[in-house]
């Protein structure tokens, strides 16, 4: 089946440590997002990558790092310059121009730093 | 920068209908989309609107008016599991995407 994975699910780090969260898909999507969500809060773009080896900053980069090596593959990496990382981080995908514009998302890791 | 201001809450009885509006500042965007998100999941897609005008999904309809900056989820016939939080969103520039304030939606018997 096609999709989108994101791992681990749940993660503890301890602050000041860097972290990279996982997030893979299989639907041949050319577009890959990273979004942070607070309780109660809507989602906030991190980063996005058209293609491989390209990604531009979303409305919240400082603290956050991506790479795109792979179309398939689109790791977010928190770094310790995140004041705070604590959140829930979800991946999408897509293929822009279609005639829905839907993104697909993955279940998402949340990132608990103690 | 762009947003979408959604009501926070919204809360509605089983069988009726339910309007959720999304207002925003933004111009030169691409379409407005819906999405529904139970707690603790990821969202899930809904429905987009490219140009003015309703769109229809089954129980679900989306509106959009771009002269007059808003659009709408409309819900249907209502049922318990239609209790979650909905995100309206559009795509400006080729790749942004800026995703509404989200209202949960709390479906009574």
């Known amino acids: 089946d096609g999709g989108i994975t994101q791992s681990p699910k749940y993660l503890f780090r301890k602050e000041g440590q860097n972290v990279t969260l996982s997030c893979e898909q299989n639907?041949?999507?050319?577009?890959m997002y990273w979004y942070r969500q607070d309780p109660g809060q809507g989602l906030r773009l991190i980063y996005y990558?058209?293609?491989?080896?390209?990604?531009q900053k979303g409305d919240i980069a400082e603290g956050y790092s991506v790479s795109r090596e792979k179309k398939e593959s689109f790791p977010l990496t928190v770094t310790s310059a995140q004041k705070n990382p604590t959140a829930f981080y979800l991946c999408?995908?897509?293929?822009?121009?279609?005639?829905?514009?839907?993104?697909?998302f993955g279940p998402g890791t949340r990132l608990t730093v103690l | 920068g762009q947003s979408l201001e959604q009501p926070s809450e919204v809360t509605a009885v089983e069988g009726a209908i339910v309007q959720i509006n999304c207002t925003y500042q933004?111009?030169?965007?691409?379409?407005l989309s819906w999405y529904q998100q139970h707690d603790g999941g990821a969202p899930t897609f809904l429905s987009y609107?490219?140009?003015?005008g309703l769109e229809e999904t089954g129980r679900f309809s989306s509106f959009l008016s771009r002269s007059d900056s808003y659009g709408y989820l409309l819900l249907q016939e209502l049922q318990m599991k239609d209790s979650a939080s909905y995100f309206c969103?559009?795509?400006?520039?080729?790749?942004?995407?800026?995703f509404g304030t989200g209202t949960k939606l709390q479906v009574i018997p």
């Open positions: 969103a559009v795509r400006w520039g080729y790749q942004k995407v800026t």
């Open positions: 990558s058209q293609i491989v080896n390209d990604f």
């Open positions: 609107n490219a140009l003015d």
């Open positions: 933004t111009s030169g965007f691409y379409g």
């Open positions: 999408a995908s897509s293929t822009p121009g279609t005639s829905e514009d839907e993104q697909f």
């Open positions: 639907l041949n999507h050319d577009a």
